[in-house]
C-alpha cells in the first residue's frame, strides 16, 4: 500500500448525482420492510396499498392510523413493487390492464404531504375508471411525550400502540380487515392496571421479540394515574365461542384501589366471552376493574365516576350505566373480530367501533378542499387537489375524493393532491391550496432541495453543514456506492426542527424515536459526524455531558431528557466521539470546557477509567464486570453479561488514550500509571481468548465461550498490537468463515450454543445490526487483512432493500437457494438507523487509516488530498480555508 498527500486535488473529484446513489425497484417478494419518508423535520411509514401513510410525526405533530387508501373501480389495489428516494416512494400495481404509478411525499421541510396518481390504459380498449381516494388526517398537536415510545393520536388519548397500529397497518392493500385483537397470549388482571408501556406482563419477564417493548418513554409527561377499584369480583368466566372453558376462578376476590389480581394468561379470539359478577363497596368510583395484559392495546374494563367504560385498541366507550354500589351485578365483555360488546346484568352498552368512525376529528368541506380539526389539540389539517374531483365529501377524519376518468389505449392520467398541517385553520388550507395549484413546482423545489443539500454534504464551507465530508473518488464501483450511500444515511437521518440552530441526526425509526439520539449509534459514524458537523456534535456533546449519561442510553433531543436504560456501551461511545471530535477539529479547548459540573476533560477521564468501579473480585478483580442484565449489554443473548472482552478492549483504547492526552498536557506520570494500567488490561482481556477466533464470557457462576463480532471489532480495533500474529489470522479467519454470509454478516456464529435462544437480526445469529459490517472491516484491517475489509465494504449496498440500511439487517434465503440481507422487519426493528453510516465510516479508518487518538499525539493532520493506493482519493479531506 502506499499513501500520499497533496496540498491540492491530484484528480477530477465529483459527487455522483443523487439519483445514482438512492433507490432501486424492488418488488413485494424481495424486501419485508416498507420504505420510510423524511423531510428534515419529520418521519412515515409507506403501507402496502398505494397511497397511505402511517407512523407520520413532525413534531409537535403527528398522525394516528393512517392517511388513506386508493380504491380503484371500488378495490383496493396492493402495491407490487417499490421505488425509494429521499423525497418520496413510488409505489405500482399493474393488473387487469391498468398501470397504477402513486408518488408519495413529505415536502422538504414543511408540514405538507404530496402524492400523484398516474394511471395508464395498457389494454387495447378505452377505459372508464374511478378512482376514490380516502382523506384521513388524523393529526394532533402536543410538545411532549416524544420519547423512543413516542405518543401518536387514537381516537382515545395519546399514546403510543407499536403493536396495535402494526396491526392496522398489516390490514392496507386488501390485506384484511381485522385488526382489534393482539394474537398474544397475555396475563388478566384484576384491580389497578401496571403502566402500559412496558408491553410485557412481568416487569423481569423476557422480551420477546414479536410482543413486547421496553418502557423508554419521555419524562415531559405527567403519566395518567392508574389506579383500581374498590370491590369484589367473583364467577369470573372466560369461555370459548362454543362454551369452551378458556379460564375459570370462582372464589371471590375483594379489592382495594391499589390492590392487584393476576390469573392465567390467553389470547383472546373472536367468539369468546369474559363474565363476571362485580359488587362494588361505594358509588362514583373511577378506576380499572380488569385488564387482559400490560399493553396500550389491552382490554380493559372501568369506571369513571362511576360510568362503566370499555376499552380495546385506542377505542373507549364511555357509557350512562351506573351500577350500584353494594349490589351484584353481571358484567360482561363479547369479544369478535372487529368489535367488543360490553354488557351489564344482560343487556348491551356499549360497542366499540372501526377506527375510521372517529368522534375525535371533525371534517368539512371548504369549496373545493376539506378542512380537518382535532377536538383534543390545536391541530388542523386541507386536503386541497391539483385538478377537483369528480364528487367529494367531509366525514368524521376527513372524507373521500373521487374522481371519473376515460383514458384511451396507451394514454395515462393523473391526479394531485396536497394535505397540510398546522395549527391555524386559514394558514393551513392556504398552504394545501397553493402546493395543490403549484404541484409540479412543489415537487421540483423538493428535489432541488435534497440535491442542495446532497451537494453542500461535500463542499466545503456551504451553508448546511458546519463541516463537510471528502469526496470519494476510485475506480471500485462497489466501494464508492458504500462510501456514498453511507453519506446519504447520515443526510436522510438530520432532522432541522427538533432544536432550532442545531441540527439533529436521529437514531432509528420511523416507528420509534422522531426526536431521539442513542450515544452507542452515534460512536459508530463519530469520525464522520466531527468532520461533517463538528459545530453540531459539540453542542450535542455539551448537553449530553451535562445529563446522566450512565444512567441512560441516549437522549430525547427535543427536551433534552435522558432516555431509557443504561447501556454498557456508554463509556465507550461517548469517550470514542469526544476524542474523535476534539482529534479532528484540533478543538482541545473544549476539553477545558465545564458542563454538568466538571470540565470536559474530566469526564473524559470518569468514561475512560470507567472500568476501575465496575471490577469485581468474583471475575478475577481485574476487568470491568457489566453484571448480570443482558438488557445492558447485548439485550438478545442471554449469555453475554458478566466479564467479556470487547468494551474491556474498549477500556484498554480508551485508558491509552487518556495516557497519550497526559503526555501532550505535561502531566507524565498520569501517563505513565495510565499505560501501566492499560497494559495490565490488556493481559486480561488477552486472557480471554478461548481461541479459534471465539473469547470468553466470566460470570460469579462460571464461564461460557461465545463467538460475536461485538468481541472481534473491539478488540480489533483496541488490541491489535497486543495480539499474536496466530491469535490475528484466528480471529480473521473467523469472521470470514462463520460469520460474513449473503453480502453481509451475521452477528454472532450460528453455531454457537447461545444462537438458538437469540433469534433478533441484529445482535443474534439471524443477521447483523447495520454498525457491524463497518466495524468489523475496521478490524480486519487494523489485524493487517485490508483485502478482506474491502470484500466485505464493497458489497454492502445490496442489503439495503433498495433504501438504506435498517437497524437490524437479516440474512434470508432467496428462491435460488443463496442467501441474501434485507432490511428486517419483524419484531421492532427500524427501518432506518443512524449506525449504517458506520459503512462510510470504515472507508475512511479502515481503507485510508483515519484513526484519531489522543494515543497518536495532537490532533490529526487533515491535507487536501489523501491518495491510497488501489483504493482512491479522498478530496477535499482537510477543514474549510
Given at each position: 500500500m502506499t499513501t500520499k498527500t497533496e496540498a491540492a486535488p491530484v484528480v477530477e473529484a465529483a459527487v455522483p448525482d443523487l439519483d445514482a446513489v438512492a433507490g432501486r425497484w424492488v418488488g413485494l417478494d424481495e424486501i419485508a420492510h416498507l420504505p420510510s419518508l423524511r423531510n428534515q423535520q419529520g418521519q412515515g411509514h409507506v403501507n402496502h396499498d398505494l397511497t397511505s401513510l402511517s407512523w407520520l410525526v413532525a413534531p409537535p405533530f403527528t398522525f394516528g392510523y393512517h392517511t388513506g387508501e386508493l380504491r380503484v373501480d371500488g378495490s383496493v389495489p396492493a402495491a407490487q413493487r417499490f421505488r425509494w428516494k429521499p423525497w418520496g416512494v413510488t409505489r405500482e400495481h399493474r393488473g387487469d390492464g391498468l398501470r397504477l404509478s402513486t408518488d408519495t411525499r413529505m415536502a422538504l421541510s414543511r408540514d405538507l404531504l404530496l402524492w400523484r396518481v398516474t394511471v395508464t390504459n395498457e389494454g387495447a380498449d378505452a377505459r372508464t375508471v374511478e378512482l376514490s381516494q380516502d382523506l384521513f388526517a388524523m393529526v394532533a398537536h402536543s410538545e411532549v411525550g416524544y420519547g423512543w415510545?413516542?405518543?401518536?393520536?387514537?381516537?382515545?388519548?395519546?399514546?403510543?400502540?407499536?403493536?396495535?397500529?402494526?396491526?392496522?397497518?398489516?390490514?392496507?392493500?386488501?390485506?384484511?380487515?381485522?385488526?382489534?385483537?393482539?394474537?398474544?397470549?397475555?396475563?388478566?388482571?384484576?384491580?389497578?392496571?401496571?403502566?402500559?408501556?412496558?408491553?410485557?406482563?412481568?416487569?423481569?419477564?423476557?422480551?420477546?421479540?414479536?410482543?413486547?417493548?421496553?418502557?423508554?418513554?419521555?419524562?415531559?409527561?405527567?403519566?395518567?394515574?392508574?389506579?383500581?377499584?374498590?370491590?369484589?369480583?367473583?364467577?369470573?368466566?372466560?369461555?370459548?365461542?362454543?362454551?369452551?372453558?378458556?379460564?375459570?376462578?370462582?372464589?371471590?376476590?375483594?379489592?382495594?384501589?391499589?390492590?392487584?389480581?393476576?390469573?392465567?394468561?390467553?389470547?383472546?379470539?373472536?367468539?369468546?366471552?369474559?363474565?363476571?359478577?362485580?359488587?362494588?363497596?361505594?358509588?362514583?368510583?373511577?378506576?380499572?376493574?380488569?385488564t387482559h395484559g400490560n399493553h396500550p392495546d389491552s382490554l380493559q374494563i372501568g369506571l369513571d365516576g362511576g360510568r362503566l367504560w370499555l376499552g380495546i385498541t385506542g377505542e373507549r366507550e364511555l357509557t350512562d350505566?351506573?351500577?350500584?354500589?353494594?349490589?351484584?351485578?353481571?358484567?360482561?365483555?363479547?369479544?369478535?373480530?372487529?368489535?367488543?360488546?360490553?354488557?351489564?346484568?344482560?343487556?348491551?352498552?356499549?360497542?366499540?367501533?372501526?377506527?375510521?368512525?372517529?368522534?375525535?376529528?371533525?371534517?368539512?368541506?371548504?369549496?373545493?378542499?376539506?378542512?380537518?380539526?382535532?377536538?383534543?389539540?390545536?391541530?388542523?389539517?386541507?386536503?386541497?387537489?391539483?385538478?377537483?374531483?369528480?364528487?367529494?365529501?367531509?366525514?368524521?377524519?376527513?372524507?373521500?375524493?373521487?374522481?371519473?376518468?376515460?383514458?384511451?389505449?396507451?394514454?395515462?392520467?393523473?391526479?394531485?393532491?396536497?394535505?397540510?398541517?398546522?395549527?391555524?385553520?386559514?394558514?393551513?388550507?392556504?398552504?394545501?391550496?397553493?402546493?395543490?395549484?403549484?404541484?409540479?413546482?412543489?415537487?421540483?423545489?423538493?428535489?432541488?432541495?435534497?440535491?442542495?443539500?446532497?451537494?453542500?454534504?461535500?463542499?466545503?464551507?456551504?451553508?448546511?453543514?458546519?463541516?463537510?465530508?471528502?469526496?470519494?473518488?476510485?475506480?471500485?464501483?462497489?466501494?464508492?456506492?458504500?462510501?456514498?450511500?453511507?453519506?446519504?444515511?447520515?443526510?436522510?437521518?438530520?432532522?432541522?426542527?427538533?432544536?432550532?440552530?442545531?441540527?439533529?441526526?436521529?437514531?432509528?425509526?420511523?416507528?420509534?424515536?422522531?426526536?431521539?439520539?442513542?450515544?452507542?449509534?452515534?460512536?459508530?459514524?463519530?469520525r464522520m459526524y466531527a468532520l461533517l458537523e463538528p459545530a453540531g456534535l459539540r453542542s450535542w456533546l455539551t448537553r449530553v455531558l451535562a445529563g446522566p449519561y450512565r444512567d441512560s442510553f441516549g437522549i430525547e433531543a427535543r427536551s433534552g431528557g435522558p432516555l431509557g436504560n443504561a447501556y454498557s456501551a456508554n463509556d465507550h461511545a461517548l469517550f470514542r466521539l469526544i476524542e474523535h471530535y476534539v482529534c479532528l477539529t484540533g478543538d482541545t479547548a473544549f476539553l477545558d470546557v465545564e458542563t454538568g459540573g466538571a470540565t470536559v476533560l474530566e469526564h473524559l477521564e470518569r468514561l475512560g477509567f470507567g472500568w476501575r468501579d465496575k471490577r469485581s473480585a468474583a471475575t478475577g478483580g481485574v476487568l470491568a464486570d457489566f453484571g448480570d442484565d443482558a438488557w445492558n449489554l447485548l439485550e438478545c443473548v442471554p449469555t453475554y453479561t458478566g466479564v467479556v472482552a470487547s468494551f474491556n478492549g474498549a477500556y484498554v483504547g480508551a485508558t491509552r488514550s487518556l495516557a497519550g492526552l497526559y503526555r501532550q498536557r505535561g502531566r507524565h506520570e498520569d501517563a505513565a500509571r495510565a499505560e501501566a494500567e492499560a497494559d495490565v488490561l490488556a493481559k486480561a482481556v488477552l486472557d480471554l481468548y478461548a481461541g479459534a477466533g471465539r473469547w470468553q464470557i466470566?460470570?460469579?457462576?462460571?464461564?461460557?465461550?461465545?463467538?460475536?463480532?461485538?468481541?472481534?471489532?473491539?478488540?480489533?480495533?483496541?488490541?491489535?498490537?497486543?495480539?499474536?500474529?496466530?491469535?490475528?489470522?484466528?480471529?480473521?479467519?473467523?469472521?470470514?468463515?462463520?460469520?460474513?454470509?449473503?453480502?453481509?454478516?451475521?452477528?454472532?456464529?450460528?453455531?454457537?450454543?447461545?444462537?438458538?435462544?437469540?433469534?433478533?437480526?441484529?445482535?443474534?445469529?439471524?443477521?447483523?445490526?447495520?454498525?457491524?459490517?463497518?466495524?468489523?472491516?475496521?478490524?480486519?484491517?487494523?489485524?493487517?487483512?485490508?483485502?478482506?475489509?474491502?470484500?466485505?465494504?464493497?458489497?454492502?449496498?445490496?442489503?439495503?432493500?433498495?433504501?438504506?440500511?435498517?437497524?437490524?439487517?437479516?440474512?434470508?434465503?432467496?428462491?435460488?437457494?443463496?442467501?441474501?440481507?434485507?432490511?428486517?422487519?419483524?419484531?421492532?426493528?427500524?427501518?432506518?438507523?443512524?449506525?449504517?453510516?458506520?459503512?462510510?465510516?470504515?472507508?475512511?479508518?479502515?481503507?485510508?487509516?483515519?484513526?484519531?487518538?489522543?494515543?497518536?499525539g495532537g490532533p490529526v493532520t487533515r491535507p487536501h488530498t489523501l491518495t491510497v493506493e488501489g483504493i482512491g482519493t479522498l478530496t477535499g479531506f482537510g477543514p474549510a480555508d
Amino acid at each position: 500500500m502506499t499513501t500520499k498527500t497533496e496540498a491540492a486535488p491530484v484528480v477530477e473529484a465529483a459527487v455522483p448525482d443523487l439519483d445514482a446513489v438512492a433507490g432501486r425497484w424492488v418488488g413485494l417478494d424481495e424486501i419485508a420492510h416498507l420504505p420510510s419518508l423524511r423531510n428534515q423535520q419529520g418521519q412515515g411509514h409507506v403501507n402496502h396499498d398505494l397511497t397511505s401513510l402511517s407512523w407520520l410525526v413532525a413534531p409537535p405533530f403527528t398522525f394516528g392510523y393512517h392517511t388513506g387508501e386508493l380504491r380503484v373501480d371500488g378495490s383496493v389495489p396492493a402495491a407490487q413493487r417499490f421505488r425509494w428516494k429521499p423525497w418520496g416512494v413510488t409505489r405500482e400495481h399493474r393488473g387487469d390492464g391498468l398501470r397504477l404509478s402513486t408518488d408519495t411525499r413529505m415536502a422538504l421541510s414543511r408540514d405538507l404531504l404530496l402524492w400523484r396518481v398516474t394511471v395508464t390504459n395498457e389494454g387495447a380498449d378505452a377505459r372508464t375508471v374511478e378512482l376514490s381516494q380516502d382523506l384521513f388526517a388524523m393529526v394532533a398537536h402536543s410538545e411532549v411525550g416524544y420519547g423512543w415510545l413516542y405518543d401518536g393520536p387514537w381516537n382515545h388519548g395519546q399514546h403510543h400502540d407499536f403493536m396495535a397500529l402494526e396491526r392496522i397497518r398489516a390490514t392496507t392493500g386488501g390485506r384484511g380487515g381485522s385488526y382489534l385483537l393482539s394474537p398474544a397470549s397475555r396475563k388478566l388482571r384484576l384491580g389497578r392496571p401496571r403502566v402500559p408501556g412496558i408491553q410485557r406482563d412481568e416487569d423481569h419477564g423476557p422480551m420477546l421479540l414479536d410482543d413486547a417493548l421496553p418502557a423508554h418513554v419521555s419524562h415531559d409527561k405527567e403519566p395518567e394515574p392508574r389506579v383500581g377499584v374498590a370491590g369484589t369480583v367473583r364467577a369470573l368466566r372466560i369461555e370459548s365461542g362454543d362454551g369452551t372453558s378458556v379460564l375459570r376462578a370462582d372464589d371471590a376476590i375483594t379489592l382495594a384501589v391499589e390492590d392487584e389480581a393476576t390469573l392465567d394468561p390467553f389470547a383472546l379470539a373472536p367468539g369468546q366471552t369474559i363474565t363476571l359478577d362485580l359488587r362494588l363497596d361505594t358509588e362514583g368510583q373511577t378506576g380499572t376493574v380488569l385488564t387482559h395484559g400490560n399493553h396500550p392495546d389491552s382490554l380493559q374494563i372501568g369506571l369513571d365516576g362511576g360510568r362503566l367504560w370499555l376499552g380495546i385498541t385506542g377505542e373507549r366507550e364511555l357509557t350512562d350505566a351506573e351500577p350500584r354500589a353494594g349490589e351484584w351485578h353481571r358484567v360482561s365483555a363479547r369479544i369478535e373480530a372487529d368489535h367488543v360488546a360490553l354488557h351489564l346484568d344482560g343487556q348491551e352498552i356499549a360497542r366499540t367501533r372501526h377506527w375510521t368512525r372517529s368522534r375525535r376529528w371533525t371534517a368539512r368541506l371548504d369549496g373545493q378542499a376539506v378542512a380537518i380539526a382535532d377536538t383534543r389539540s390545536s391541530a388542523r389539517a386541507a386536503y386541497a387537489f391539483a385538478e377537483g374531483p369528480s364528487s367529494l365529501q367531509a366525514e368524521g377524519p376527513g372524507g373521500c375524493a373521487t374522481w371519473t376518468v376515460r383514458i384511451e389505449p396507451g394514454q395515462s392520467t393523473t391526479v394531485a393532491l396536497a394535505c397540510a398541517y398546522g395549527t391555524d385553520a386559514a394558514t393551513v388550507m392556504a398552504e394545501a391550496r397553493a402546493a395543490a395549484a403549484d404541484f409540479e413546482g412543489t415537487v421540483r423545489a423538493g428535489e432541488e432541495g435534497w440535491r442542495a443539500h446532497w451537494t453542500n454534504m461535500f463542499t466545503p464551507g456551504n451553508g448546511d453543514f458546519s463541516g463537510h465530508l471528502p469526496v470519494l473518488t476510485t475506480e471500485d464501483a462497489g466501494l464508492a456506492e458504500t462510501y456514498y450511500l453511507g453519506a446519504l444515511q447520515a443526510l436522510y437521518m438530520r432532522n432541522i426542527r427538533i432544536r432550532p440552530g442545531e441540527p439533529v441526526f436521529l437514531t432509528g425509526g420511523p416507528r420509534l424515536g422522531p426526536t431521539t439520539t442513542y450515544f452507542w449509534d452515534h460512536c459508530e459514524w463519530s469520525r464522520m459526524y466531527a468532520l461533517l458537523e463538528p459545530a453540531g456534535l459539540r453542542s450535542w456533546l455539551t448537553r449530553v455531558l451535562a445529563g446522566p449519561y450512565r444512567d441512560s442510553f441516549g437522549i430525547e433531543a427535543r427536551s433534552g431528557g435522558p432516555l431509557g436504560n443504561a447501556y454498557s456501551a456508554n463509556d465507550h461511545a461517548l469517550f470514542r466521539l469526544i476524542e474523535h471530535y476534539v482529534c479532528l477539529t484540533g478543538d482541545t479547548a473544549f476539553l477545558d470546557v465545564e458542563t454538568g459540573g466538571a470540565t470536559v476533560l474530566e469526564h473524559l477521564e470518569r468514561l475512560g477509567f470507567g472500568w476501575r468501579d465496575k471490577r469485581s473480585a468474583a471475575t478475577g478483580g481485574v476487568l470491568a464486570d457489566f453484571g448480570d442484565d443482558a438488557w445492558n449489554l447485548l439485550e438478545c443473548v442471554p449469555t453475554y453479561t458478566g466479564v467479556v472482552a470487547s468494551f474491556n478492549g474498549a477500556y484498554v483504547g480508551a485508558t491509552r488514550s487518556l495516557a497519550g492526552l497526559y503526555r501532550q498536557r505535561g502531566r507524565h506520570e498520569d501517563a505513565a500509571r495510565a499505560e501501566a494500567e492499560a497494559d495490565v488490561l490488556a493481559k486480561a482481556v488477552l486472557d480471554l481468548y478461548a481461541g479459534a477466533g471465539r473469547w470468553q464470557i466470566r460470570r460469579p457462576d462460571g464461564t461460557d465461550t461465545i463467538g460475536h463480532c461485538l468481541d472481534f471489532g473491539l478488540v480489533s480495533a483496541h488490541l491489535y498490537r497486543d495480539l499474536s500474529a496466530d491469535t490475528r489470522r484466528e480471529m480473521a479467519d473467523f469472521v470470514t468463515d462463520r460469520l460474513l454470509v449473503g453480502g453481509w454478516m451475521r452477528a454472532l456464529s450460528p453455531d454457537d450454543p447461545i444462537a438458538a435462544a437469540s433469534d433478533r437480526p441484529d445482535h443474534g445469529a439471524a443477521g447483523a445490526f447495520c454498525a457491524w459490517p463497518g466495524v468489523t472491516a475496521h478490524g480486519l484491517a487494523r489485524l493487517g487483512y485490508r483485502d478482506r475489509a474491502v470484500t466485505l465494504l464493497r458489497d454492502l449496498t445490496a442489503a439495503a432493500s433498495g433504501g438504506v440500511w435498517g437497524q437490524a439487517m437479516e440474512i434470508v434465503t432467496g428462491p435460488d437457494g443463496e442467501h441474501r440481507a434485507q432490511v428486517a422487519e419483524r419484531g421492532v426493528s427500524n427501518r432506518d438507523c443512524i449506525a449504517g453510516a458506520a459503512a462510510t465510516e470504515a472507508v475512511l479508518s479502515a481503507l485510508f487509516d483515519l484513526d484519531p487518538s489522543f494515543a497518536h499525539g495532537g490532533p490529526v493532520t487533515r491535507p487536501h488530498t489523501l491518495t491510497v493506493e488501489g483504493i482512491g482519493t479522498l478530496t477535499g479531506f482537510g477543514p474549510a480555508d
